[in-house]
């Protein structure tokens, strides 16, 4: 027993002294992202091959091979942790969303089945109802927690399709979709790509869907929808990822509802206005929808992934995902598996609980609204400098554009080898643009001001080059 017990101790040592190392390594890690390049060097590209080699015969020391992740991975992150991260609509990660993650995961838990972790499943319950409140949704809403928003559209859209087609007399989950009765799919001309991959991996094709015009911020014209009924399923955006527009959803509800059709929200971002008291009017009429999507990694700034589905009734939710079996234990509580497609899967309604908690409501309204402040100054500092803003600045999406395609272009490409900040490319009602979407808690005044020198340099620069013989 003293032989069991001493090799037990040096075990817990062991591992104490290596979440320490790496607390301290991810300290570290963090400490310096706001002072380094926010894109990773070519040097620091390149010596990822550090962590590749054939597949060792012998195990490694666990503090070796920490320090290896550390030493090659850390200098080749891009800095999204920082103030001047602006790509793909990516959060930053709240300081205790990351200390929940590391918790959470030092839990280890299945987050299918309350008889598995009834702390996640309890957790999800409790998320839900305050993504309810602070989203102004129905109380009764059922939900997922999913990877991201691609995942919450294709979970909502398939208990729309399901809800549909039950309507018609056809069981999706008994047979199938071939010889269905037709569904009819409206979608926004500037739909998102993660809406498409949906309804494409749910069986409705790219060329099947019928596409809604819209205005020049991307908005669809309600007074131009399609006809609607009992068997269509309408699309719209709370946020459109370029221009941040929203489409007028009061509007499109209003036309559904008599119709019997469904409404789907891509909120991924967007929804989140419903914290503002400043911005929510731009999301007016959300809640009159059927299904929602949205992400806890954008503007809440958990850690990836979180993906929320949300939908009405909670019954065409688990009617779509729900699969029992005899071995799968079930409780009188909500079981998450019934409501996603996954059965295994990390707890992620833990970030959201934990940045929820922590922020209140008046916390989720000021990231929102300082974000948008940050947009809107941002907007107005390259204006002044002679470059173009494309869109509406209503949210925090700013679309930069030089004098030609060429330019924004080599503008674009200048301000991400410079490192001060990072942006991506986009095309926007036919023109490039550099999108800039600040969607960090931790972005500040300074933050912008040091970004705006980076795109007016970067631009000059480009303008200079073209001028010399």
């Known amino acids: ?58 195990p490694t020391p666990a503090a070796e091979t920490l320090a290896l992740l550390d030493e090659a991975g850390s200098p080749a992150t891009m800095a999204s942790q920082g103030g001047r991260y602006y790509g793909f609509v990516i959060g ?85 979709l071939a010889g269905a009765p037709r569904l009819r799919i409206v979608v926004s001309e500037e739909v998102h790509v993660t809406v498409t991959k949906a309804l494409s991996l749910l069986g409705y094709g790219r060329a099947t869907l019928e596409r809604a015009p819209v205005d020049g911020q991307g908005r669809i014209m309600a007074d131009r929808l399609p006809p609607l009924d009992e068997r269509t399923i309408v699309c719209v955006q709370a946020g459109d990822v370029n221009s ?41 009429g959300a809640e009159l929808a059927d299904s929602w999507a949205t992400d806890g990694h954008k503007w809440l700034n958990t850690p990836y992934d979180c993906g929320i589905a949300l939908v009405r009734d909670p019954g065409h939710l688990r009617a779509a995902m729900s699969a029992p079996a005899s071995y799968l234990v ?19 309604g833990v970030e959201i609980w934990a940045a929820l908690r922590s922020l209140g409501r008046s916390g989720v309204a000021g990231i929102v609204d300082r974000t948008c402040r940050h947009a809107a100054r941002l907007a107005d500092l390259v204006r002044a400098a002679g470059l173009e803003v494309l869109n509406d600045v209503v949210l925090n ?30 095309t926007w009602r036919g023109r490039r643009a550099m999108r800039v979407s600040i969607s960090s808690w931790v972005t500040t005044d300074a933050d912008i001001d040091r970004t705006a020198a980076a795109i007016i340099a970067a631009a000059r620069s480009g303008a200079e080059q073209e001028t010399r013989p």
């Open 1 to 58: 027993m003293t032989g069991i017990a001493g090799s037990q101790r040096a075990m817990h040592a062991e591992r104490a002294a290596l979440l320490r190392d790496a607390a301290e390594r991810a300290n570290s890690y963090l400490d310096g992202v706001d002072e380094r390049p926010v894109r990773p060097s070519a040097a620091d590209i390149a010596a990822l091959e550090r962590l590749a080699g054939p597949l060792p015969d012998a």
């Open 92 to 176: 930053g990660a709240l300081p205790v969303t990351v200390a929940a993650n590391w918790l959470a995961t030092a839990w280890d838990q299945n987050a299918g089945l309350w008889a598995a972790s009834p702390v996640s499943a309890r957790l999800e319950e409790i998320a839900l109802e305050w993504l309810a409140d602070i989203l102004r949704l129905p109380a009764t809403i059922g939900g997922a927690f999913v990877t991201g928003a691609s995942m919450a559209s294709f979970t909502a859209l398939a208990a729309a399709r399901d809800a549909l087609l039950a309507r018609a007399g056809w069981n999706v989950g008994e047979d199938g």
């Open 244 to 284: 941040g527009g929203f489409d007028p959803i009061a509007d499109i509800c209003a036309r559904a509802r008599e119709a019997g059709a469904w409404v789907h929200v891509d909120g991924a971002f967007g929804l989140w206005v419903a914290a503002s008291a400043a911005k929510a009017h731009l999301a007016a």
């Open 330 to 348: 079930t409780s009188g509580h909500r079981e998450p598996s019934h409501y996603s497609a996954e059965l295994s899967r990390r707890s992620r």
């Open 397 to 426: 999406q700013v679309l930069v554009a030089a004098d030609d395609d060429a330019a924004t272009d080599a503008m674009t490409a200048a301000v991400q080898a410079d490192g001060t900040c990072w942006c991506g490319g986009s």
